[in-house]
């Protein structure tokens, strides 16, 4: 299921995603492409996108994921994802227009669909995340483990009568 407006809606207000420029590209069935253009305010001594900067788009990767494992937005309700720990590898300079793409692991699925569903409060799972720049050079690779609750049940179903 494309679920790249919930994504574009919970994910582009987040103050530290609006700071960095953070714009969805897609969201579904597991996978997000998130990008943003480098801000000069946020480069570093080099002219790359300063190490914050790049968290930002593994996390909104990450969560983008999350979100496009939904079947259907009402199933998002009441879910809070927050990232446990996170690790980033840098191999290149992040310059210019940056794409992070994260898809859900079969493992992650399994344990993140019974929350998606209501039967289960919590989830705990890992993503992974590479961000590349405009030439296709993987600048960096991230990780963050989730612990994923929710709040408040499913939406209801209605079914016409």
């Not at 809606?9 to 579904?28: K, N, Q, Y």
């Not at 590898?89 to 669909?113: I, K, N, Q, S």
């Not at 720049?133 to 991230?142: F, H, Q, W, Y």
Request: glycine share 8%; net charge negative; hydrophobic share 45%.
């Amino acid at each position: 299921m494309d679920m790249t407006p919930l994504a574009r809606s919970l994910l582009e207000p987040i103050p530290a995603h609006r700071t960095v420029g953070v714009e969805v590209l897609r969201a579904a069935d597991g996978t997000a492409e998130i990008a943003a253009d480098t801000p000069e305010g946020l480069t570093n001594v080099i002219g790359s996108l300063h190490s914050s900067g790049l968290v930002a788009l593994v996390d909104a990767a990450g969560l983008g994921a999350i979100i496009a494992a939904a079947a259907r937005p009402e199933d998002f309700q009441g879910v809070v994802p927050l990232g446990a720990a996170a690790s980033l590898e840098f191999l290149a300079p992040a310059r210019g227009r940056l794409v992070a793409t994260c898809r859900l692991t079969d493992e992650a699925r399994r344990v993140l669909r019974p929350l998606l569903d209501g039967q289960a409060d919590r989830a705990r799972f890992a993503t992974s995340a590479e961000v590349t720049d405009a030439e296709g050079t993987l600048v960096c690779r991230g990780a963050f483990d989730w612990s994923v609750r929710r709040t408040a049940p499913p939406a209801t179903r209605h079914h016409p009568e």
